[in-house]
């Protein structure tokens, strides 16, 4: 604690998490895809990593994903992302839980802090959250 190190418990992560998405009022779950999330003490990424997860489920639920709009918003972030990976000379297919995790990993979640080993360390645990074991990373 003398750099000013803290843990948080994750119950008390996943409920500023849930409560702050909560109090956007969103209603169309494809606008998740849209927020832009700040973490100004990002540490090794706990809340960032709950973001991730917290959003990709609200936009892959089932009543979300039988929406026109969120199915089109996600086919959308799936062809980017193949995109990317063709103009890498790969012939990957991903499939809509990986495209939304990395579109929410690359346009809506930021982390800052003064540790710069502890944004790599968040930076790692976010590709690892979204592309799982091993994906290839655009």
Do not use: W
Not at 116 to 129: C, F, V
Request: with cysteine; proline share 7%.
């Amino acid at each position: 604690r003398n750099q000013g190190l803290f843990y948080t418990p994750r119950r008390v992560v996943q409920h500023i998490v849930r409560s702050s998405l909560d109090a956007l009022g969103i209603s169309n779950p494809a606008e998740y895809l849209d927020v832009r999330i700040l973490d100004p003490a990002v540490g090794t990424g706990t809340f960032l990593l709950e973001d991730l997860q917290e959003i990709s489920d609200r936009v892959l639920s089932p009543g979300a994903a039988g929406s026109p709009h969120v199915s089109e918003r996600i086919d959308q972030v799936r062809n980017g992302l193949r995109a990317s990976y063709v103009k890498q000379g790969m012939e990957i297919e991903p499939d809509p839980r990986t495209s939304v995790q990395v579109h929410i990993m690359n346009r809506c979640l930021y982390g800052v802090d003064l540790d710069p080993i502890a944004t790599r360390i968040a930076r790692s645990a976010l590709k690892r959250k979204a592309f799982g074991e091993f994906h290839p990373i655009p």
